[in-house]
């Protein structure tokens, strides 16, 4: 069975950096998608950067330039990167896979891998790490 464990979280003052990582056991080599996702008090989960099997990537608008994803496929860990950063970037960050199999592959040729970042499609995560931005 999958696990996810992410790392890399702390405080940190607006205009910083930290990077994330997330290692994954038991892989399932059947998914089509690795992605951060975070989430604030009181907001959805937004799903902050994708990865998909061919190597594209998706960012959400916020991140863009700024957040970086990056992954080690030997050792099955995948980075966020993350620079620049801004107090409304504070939240529980979490790693995550999906879109698997057959549907899965349907659904990322129909939609791209912006599909990656909506959280529905996702079944395996992490418990999180969490990051504090002050200003």
């Known amino acids: 069975q999958e696990q996810l464990v992410e790392s890399g979280g702390g405080s940190v003052q607006a205009g910083g950096s930290l990077r994330l990582s997330c290692v994954a056991s038991?892989?399932?080599?059947?998914?089509?998608?690795m992605a951060w996702f975070r989430q604030a008090p009181g907001k959805e989960r937004e799903g902050v950067a994708a990865f998909d099997r061919d190597g594209s990537t998706s960012y959400a608008d916020s991140v863009q330039g700024r957040f970086t994803i990056s992954k080690d496929k030997a050792n099955n860990i995948l980075y966020l990167q993350m620079n620049n950063l801004k107090p409304g970037d504070t939240a529980m960050y979490y790693c995550a896979t999906g879109y698997t199999g057959a549907s899965g592959m349907v659904a990322i040729q129909a939609l791209g891998v912006k599909i990656c970042r909506e959280p529905v499609g996702m079944q395996t995560w992490g418990k999180g790490t969490l990051v504090t931005i002050s200003s």
């Open positions: 038991g892989y399932d080599y059947t998914s089509y998608c």
